[in-house]
């Protein structure tokens, strides 16, 4: 596998996006990187129309990637064009999670007051400055207030203080939070090369799968489920891949077996009825939202998705009776 040819990884990789401290140009001067470094230089000389432009050039030419959205989501935010900006945004989403948390993060970083916790363990650690333990649970609280970067620190000190190699996997996803896929991989690979865990095969996976490398995700997920076969939130991710793939009947055994190991998890029957629309299995879908809503008949969401498709199936009846239990429920709240 060459990823140095993926252009969803060298991409995020590169850390090319607007206003950003963290470049990392790529030895590899592809099409990709070099409309990348085109924009990213343009609003390094303020000349942010032609960046626009740029960037609007690029997802023309590389429709597919989330990166270039992400890019013009960034600079018309900076340009106070809010509603081009949240469009842009939702596509990126769309196409890879993790720049949702990107995104997040840039807009949120700095924004939030450091509660108690956070400043009891930086007191502390001024006293104990080599406790890695007091650096761990302080990058934990650094992930809530979205302080990624210091997170990132205190997982290395922790690291270089104890070499423990779990803390890898915790600093691996937030690498992947910031989209340093490059770091991610690094690290989950040092830990699976040492020391292999379900943990590290599932994050792997996940960063697998975000950079559309699918047969190396399905691999890692056949890895985690040989650690572990009763673990569901690999089923769950694997399950989300093969619907993203199309492999439907592969989605439904895998969200089929995590009810057959938590039967009272109303919200496996929701991802499974979601697969059986998508192949108009009208009659399974609708037994599974009746499964939800049995184990969770507060949620007024799950009505009106009955309601939706007993209307297709012919049940009239069926259908007002859950659209006016649907009302009840949203006046309620």
């Given at each position: 596998?060459?990823?140095?040819?993926?252009?969803?990884?060298i991409?995020?990789?590169?850390q090319?996006?607007?206003?950003?401290?963290?470049?990392?140009?790529?030895?590899e001067?592809?099409?990709?990187?070099?409309?990348?470094?085109?924009?990213?230089?343009?609003?390094?000389?303020?000349?942010?129309?032609?960046?626009?432009?740029?960037?609007?050039?690029?997802?023309?030419?590389?429709?597919?990637?989330?990166?270039?959205?992400?890019c013009?989501?960034?600079?018309?935010?900076?340009?106070?064009?809010?509603?081009?900006?949240?469009?842009?945004?939702?596509?990126?989403?769309?196409?890879?999670?993790?720049?949702?948390?990107?995104?997040?993060?840039?807009?949120?970083?700095g924004?939030?007051?450091?509660?108690?916790?956070?400043?009891?363990?930086?007191?502390?650690?001024?006293?104990?400055?080599?406790?890695?333990?007091?650096?761990?649970?302080?990058?934990?609280?650094?992930?809530?207030?979205?302080?990624?970067?210091?997170?990132?620190?205190?997982?290395?000190?922790?690291?270089?203080?104890?070499?423990?190699?779990?803390?890898?996997?915790?600093?691996?996803?937030?690498?992947?939070?910031?989209?340093?896929?490059?770091?991610?991989l690094s690290?989950?690979?040092?830990?699976?090369?040492?020391?292999?865990s379900?943990?590290?095969?599932?994050?792997?996976?996940?960063?697998?799968?975000?950079?559309?490398?699918y047969d190396?995700?399905l691999?890692?997920?056949?890895?985690?489920?040989?650690?572990?076969n009763?673990?569901?939130?690999?089923?769950?991710?694997?399950?989300?891949?093969?619907e993203?793939?199309?492999?439907?009947?592969?989605?439904?055994?895998?969200?089929s077996?995590?009810?057959s190991?938590?039967?009272?998890?109303?919200?496996?029957?929701?991802?499974?009825?979601?697969?059986?629309e998508?192949?108009?299995?009208?009659?399974?879908?609708?037994a599974?939202?009746?499964?939800?809503?049995?184990?969770?008949?507060?949620?007024?969401?799950l009505y009106?998705?009955?309601?939706?498709?007993?209307?297709?199936?012919?049940?009239?009846?069926?259908?007002?009776?859950?659209f006016?239990?649907?009302?009840?429920?949203?006046e309620?709240?």
């Amino acid at each position: 596998m060459t990823l140095q040819a993926n252009n969803y990884y060298i991409l995020a990789s590169s850390q090319l996006f607007p206003f950003s401290a963290a470049v990392n140009p790529s030895t590899e001067e592809s099409d990709v990187i070099k409309i990348a470094k085109e924009a990213y230089d343009f609003v390094l000389n303020k000349q942010y129309t032609e960046a626009l432009q740029s960037y609007s050039k690029a997802i023309s030419l590389f429709p597919e990637q989330p990166f270039f959205y992400a890019c013009r989501s960034i600079l018309h935010r900076f340009n106070g064009d809010d509603e081009s900006s949240f469009y842009d945004y939702q596509v990126a989403k769309r196409m890879d999670f993790n720049y949702h948390h990107y995104l997040e993060w840039l807009e949120n970083q700095g924004e939030m007051l450091e509660s108690e916790e956070l400043l009891e363990i930086t007191k502390s650690l001024v006293v104990q400055p080599d406790n890695a333990q007091l650096l761990i649970n302080r990058a934990m609280l650094q992930v809530q207030h979205f302080n990624y970067a210091e997170a990132i620190s205190d997982y290395s000190k922790g690291f270089v203080l104890n070499n423990d190699t779990t803390i890898l996997i915790s600093r691996a996803a937030i690498y992947m939070y910031v989209l340093q896929y490059d770091k991610a991989l690094s690290d989950l690979n040092l830990v699976l090369e040492t020391n292999p865990s379900l943990d590290a095969y599932l994050y792997r996976a996940k960063l697998y799968a975000a950079i559309k490398e699918y047969d190396a995700a399905l691999k890692d997920f056949d890895a985690a489920l040989q650690v572990d076969n009763q673990n569901t939130a690999i089923y769950e991710e694997r399950a989300q891949l093969f619907e993203q793939l199309e492999q439907f009947d592969k989605a439904i055994a895998d969200y089929s077996q995590i009810i057959s190991q938590n039967a009272d998890d109303f919200y496996a029957y929701v991802l499974r009825a979601d697969i059986y629309e998508k192949t108009e299995n009208w009659e399974e879908a609708i037994a599974d939202y009746t499964s939800a809503i049995q184990l969770n008949p507060y949620y007024s969401d799950l009505y009106q998705y009955r309601g939706t498709l007993l209307e297709k199936v012919g049940d009239r009846a069926g259908a007002e009776a859950d659209f006016a239990k649907f009302e009840e429920l949203e006046e309620e709240d």
